[in-house]
């Protein structure tokens, strides 16, 4: 097979239909998280409860409100939003009137000088991260038209459309552009108007021009959609399309900042009871918190990416002498204030029964485990990292 066959066979690949990597999920990992994001929305019942939940694809029915709801990714699909940000890049300063794929009258808007674009599956599957996204595109006006929900099969989705509309609202507050995004349940008194499909919008030779002429919001689009598909341990695509779009805004006017309510933003502190077991950089789904060693094995740093937070304790739950505390309500100055800081560090010596690392305290010479073995030779008690709570940390010792 010819390189340009295997890529023409890798473009033809059906990546729609929607995938849960049950390594992912929360539930995996951590038998005392009490996260309902995707199997309390989903409006087919396709995922059942459990640890981890299980996706049925025969009653899937690709609303793609799961892709965005799951804080750390394990739901993997073609989402509307790629297409989406791409044909915006073609619009000058109309109202943007986003359209799901069951509308049933795509064609009308609130506004004749408005623009509609329809995107597959339903609202719901956009996401704040989407709405913070076209703000940071330059749109002036982004309407979710929503009158046709009351009587769809996915109804239930409607309070997600209108959540993640208040949450970006929230947040653009900060840049004095909360009235940027909107929904409209109006259907009286609606009017033609032009309607494009997301993934097929019209390309006239004046749109080849005008997107030369606007390479600055093509590059800040792809910017913003590739930040998604980076790989390794990391948050949701809803997480990582809104740090993007912040990213890519000017400064919060007058030192004013929006609110993170309902973005599962969290910040972590570590007390001087930790004993550098390294447990919760391990278990962190996102790899908000990391624990470095230095080469010679000699001093460790944890360091803590607040926006990587997705809020879940794991990190509590597998800490043994319960030296991590998580804050659910952090400012938004403490989220996007300093990109990385150091929770902790200190210098690591050997356990001399065991040798496994430990941070340097005092005249210590074994680690807790074993001293704990040691002064209850009959006795039990887990190693780092499994504390009853989870299924599995890797890696549990140094």
């Given at each position: 097979m010819s390189l340009l066959d295997a890529a023409e066979r890798f473009a033809a690949m059906d990546r729609s239909a929607i995938v849960l990597d049950p390594a992912r999920c929360l539930h995996s990992l951590d038998r005392a998280s009490t996260c309902e994001a995707c199997f309390q929305i989903c409006p087919a019942e396709a995922i059942a409860p459990g640890k981890p939940p299980s996706l049925d694809a025969d009653k899937c029915e690709s609303c793609l409100a799961c892709l965005v709801v799951c804080p750390v990714g394990a739901y993997n699909a073609d989402d509307a939003v790629r297409p989406l940000l791409n044909a915006v890049t073609r619009l000058e300063g109309q109202t943007l009137e986003l359209v799901c794929a069951k509308n049933p009258q795509p064609e009308k808007g609130i506004s004749e000088s408005g623009v509609g674009i329809r995107v597959k599956g339903c609202l719901a599957g956009l996401g704040t991260g989407t709405y913070l996204a076209l703000a940071a595109l330059g749109l002036e006006r982004v309407v979710a038209r929503t009158e046709a929900c009351s009587a769809c099969e996915w109804a239930n989705l409607r309070p997600q459309i209108d959540s993640q509309?208040?949450?970006?609202?929230?947040?653009?507050?900060?840049?004095?552009k909360s009235e940027t995004v909107a929904s409209s349940s109006a259907?009286?008194?609606?009017?033609?108007?032009?309607?494009?499909?997301?993934e097929n919008p019209p390309l006239s030779r004046r749109d080849l021009f005008r997107m030369m002429a606007r390479q600055g919001q093509v590059a800040m689009a792809r910017a913003m959609e590739n930040g998604e598909h980076s790989i390794g341990r990391k948050p949701g695509r809803d997480r990582v399309r809104a740090l993007g779009a912040v990213a890519h805004l000017d400064a919060p006017l007058n030192g004013s900042f929006g609110a993170l309510d309902?973005?599962?933003?969290?910040?972590?502190?570590i007390s001087e009871a930790c004993t550098a077991c390294s447990a919760c950089g391990r278990a962190c789904p996102t790899e908000a918190l990391k624990f470095e060693k230095s080469e010679d094995n000699a001093s460790f740093a944890l360091k803590f990416s607040a926006r990587d937070c997705i809020g879940c304790d794991l990190c509590v739950h597998v800490c043994l002498p319960a030296a991590v505390s998580v804050d659910h309500a952090p400012t938004f100055a403490q989220i996007f204030g300093e990109e990385?800081?150091?929770?902790?560090?200190?210098?690591?010596?050997?356990?001399?029964?065991c040798g496994s690392l430990m941070v340097k305290r005092g005249e210590a010479r074994l680690c807790d485990l074993c001293e704990y073995r040691r002064a209850h030779p009959f006795g039990s008690v887990m190693p780092p990292g499994f504390n009853g709570n989870q299924f599995k940390v890797p890696e549990t010792r140094q």
């Amino acid at each position: 097979m010819s390189l340009l066959d295997a890529a023409e066979r890798f473009a033809a690949m059906d990546r729609s239909a929607i995938v849960l990597d049950p390594a992912r999920c929360l539930h995996s990992l951590d038998r005392a998280s009490t996260c309902e994001a995707c199997f309390q929305i989903c409006p087919a019942e396709a995922i059942a409860p459990g640890k981890p939940p299980s996706l049925d694809a025969d009653k899937c029915e690709s609303c793609l409100a799961c892709l965005v709801v799951c804080p750390v990714g394990a739901y993997n699909a073609d989402d509307a939003v790629r297409p989406l940000l791409n044909a915006v890049t073609r619009l000058e300063g109309q109202t943007l009137e986003l359209v799901c794929a069951k509308n049933p009258q795509p064609e009308k808007g609130i506004s004749e000088s408005g623009v509609g674009i329809r995107v597959k599956g339903c609202l719901a599957g956009l996401g704040t991260g989407t709405y913070l996204a076209l703000a940071a595109l330059g749109l002036e006006r982004v309407v979710a038209r929503t009158e046709a929900c009351s009587a769809c099969e996915w109804a239930n989705l409607r309070p997600q459309i209108d959540s993640q509309i208040e949450r970006a609202a929230r947040v653009l507050a900060g840049w004095d552009k909360s009235e940027t995004v909107a929904s409209s349940s109006a259907s009286d008194g609606l009017v033609e108007r032009t309607v494009w499909d997301a993934e097929n919008p019209p390309l006239s030779r004046r749109d080849l021009f005008r997107m030369m002429a606007r390479q600055g919001q093509v590059a800040m689009a792809r910017a913003m959609e590739n930040g998604e598909h980076s790989i390794g341990r990391k948050p949701g695509r809803d997480r990582v399309r809104a740090l993007g779009a912040v990213a890519h805004l000017d400064a919060p006017l007058n030192g004013s900042f929006g609110a993170l309510d309902g973005l599962n933003f969290a910040t972590v502190t570590i007390s001087e009871a930790c004993t550098a077991c390294s447990a919760c950089g391990r278990a962190c789904p996102t790899e908000a918190l990391k624990f470095e060693k230095s080469e010679d094995n000699a001093s460790f740093a944890l360091k803590f990416s607040a926006r990587d937070c997705i809020g879940c304790d794991l990190c509590v739950h597998v800490c043994l002498p319960a030296a991590v505390s998580v804050d659910h309500a952090p400012t938004f100055a403490q989220i996007f204030g300093e990109e990385q800081t150091t929770l902790r560090k200190g210098e690591l010596v050997k356990c001399e029964r065991c040798g496994s690392l430990m941070v340097k305290r005092g005249e210590a010479r074994l680690c807790d485990l074993c001293e704990y073995r040691r002064a209850h030779p009959f006795g039990s008690v887990m190693p780092p990292g499994f504390n009853g709570n989870q299924f599995k940390v890797p890696e549990t010792r140094q």
